[in-house]
Structures are given as C-alpha cells and as structure tokens.
C-alpha cells in the first residue's frame, strides 16, 4: 500500500513539474515575442526590459541574447551588446537539435547589429568544430590504445601457448572387422569354367549333340490296285473286232 502511495506522489509531482515547466516555456515565449516585436517598432528601451526579464527567468534561447544585444547596441551600449552576442552565438552552436529557429529570426535585421552578430556565430563555429576534432582525435587515440593492447595480450597468449607442449591423447584401437569365409579358390574357378561351357550363343547352329532327332513324317499307306484279270483268250478270238 505505502509503495503505491509513493508511486502516485510521485507521478503527481513530476506531472506538477512538467506542468510548471511548459507555463514556465510559455511565459519566456511571449517575453521573446514582445521583446522582439518592440525591437522592430523601434521601442528598443521596452524592448531590453521584455528580454531582459525573459533572460534572468532561465531562457536559454539564444535570439534572446541576441536580440537583447541588439537593443543594448541601439541604446549605445555597445560592450555589453558584444557579451550578448557571444553569448547567444555560444548557445546556437550548443542547440545540436536546432530547437531554435535563429536565421529565420535574423531575416529582417540588418546594418551594422547584423554584421557583428555573424562574426561571432563564425568565430563560435570555428570553436565548436576545433573542439568537436579534439574530441574526435582523443576517441581515436583511446580506440587505438585499446587495439594494440588487445593485440598485445593476443600474442602473449599465442607466445604462451606454444611454449607449453600439448599432452599426447591415448590411440584409440579401432576393432579389425571379422572376417568373412572365402571360399576355395579352386571351387570358384571350376564353377566359372562351367559357366563359360554352359552359356549359349543365340546366334550359333544347334549342335548335333544338344538338338532334338527329327521325327519321321507319317507316310501314308499305298493303295494296291486289284489285280487285273487276264483277259479271257477264248472271248477274244472268238470276236475278231474285238
């Protein structure tokens, strides 16, 4: 029970402080929007009081600087311009997100307040950049630093390893396969002659040996004509035309 009270205070003091937060954002707005508006009507003095106000409330929005510095430049201030402008050209190189919007702020500044504005937005570019490249060059460094050390423990471990013999491993005796009974040579060579004597060619006449006796034809009975009687001699002579 106690932890989930704890839990809800909890979620009602950061919702409280988001809350404070975006009227707090709010509020630095509309002092940026009357400051600049005030700046363009040539009001310059209600002008650095409405972003003075925004500044020491924790804007850190750099077209505040640099419109404050505009105006403390139309005033005749001219140090303290020069400071707000660093300042806001500081921050700029700082908002990596571009949460501000700063040259479509600037498009309508002009003269002389504009000129020094873009000097220092170059000189804070250049810092930025040298920064950004020392940082780069020191990753780098720290990469290679740990790379040769990788490789340095690599080869001690290579050097160690080979200095060190590795421990023979029994031979393994592979059981020998049984056996299998041949059978006699001479057997295997007369049952191969057998079969080179038994194997016919298709194509070859049938020997005499192997082929059949051809059956005789069935010959069929002669038919014996009945004798002839011998004409009787007495019939003969007796007819002379006979």
């Known amino acids: 029970m106690s932890r989930t009270i704890v839990a ?120 930025a950049f040298a920064r950004e490249e020392k940082l780069r060059k020191a990753r780098y460094e720290t990469l290679r630093r740990e790379e040769e050390r990788v490789l340095l423990r690599q080869a001690e471990g290579g050097a160690f390893s080979a200095n060190v013999e590795p421990e023979a491993t029994p031979a393994v005796k592979t059981p020998k396969a049984a056996a299998e009974p041949t059978a006699p040579k001479t057997k295997k060579k007369v049952e191969v002659k057998k079969a080179a004597e038994e194997e016919v060619d298709p194509f070859a006449a049938p020997s005499a040996e192997k082929a059949p006796a051809a059956k005789p034809a069935p010959q069929k009975p002669v038919e014996k004509k009945p004798a002839e009687k011998p004409a009787d001699k007495s019939d003969d002579e007796a007819n002379p035309f006979g």
Do not use: M
Request: net charge neutral; glycine share 8%; with cysteine.
């Open 8 to 127: 809800v205070v909890g979620f009602l003091v950061s919702l409280v402080a988001l809350q404070a937060q975006a009227q707090d954002a709010a509020i630095l707005s509309r002092l940026y929007g009357t400051g600049v508006h005030s700046y363009f009507a040539g009001e310059y003095s209600k002008a650095y009081d409405d972003l003075n106000k925004s500044i020491e409330t924790g804007s850190q929005d750099p077209r505040a600087f640099y419109f404050r510095g505009l105006s403390l430049l139309k005033l005749g201030r001219t140090d303290e311009a020069v400071v707000d402008f660093k300042k806001g050209a500081e921050l700029e190189c700082a908002d990596v997100n571009k949460t501000f919007n700063v040259p479509k702020s600037l498009e309508r500044v002009q003269g002389e307040g504009r000129r020094q504005i873009e000097i220092y937005r170059a000189e804070s570019r250049k810092i």
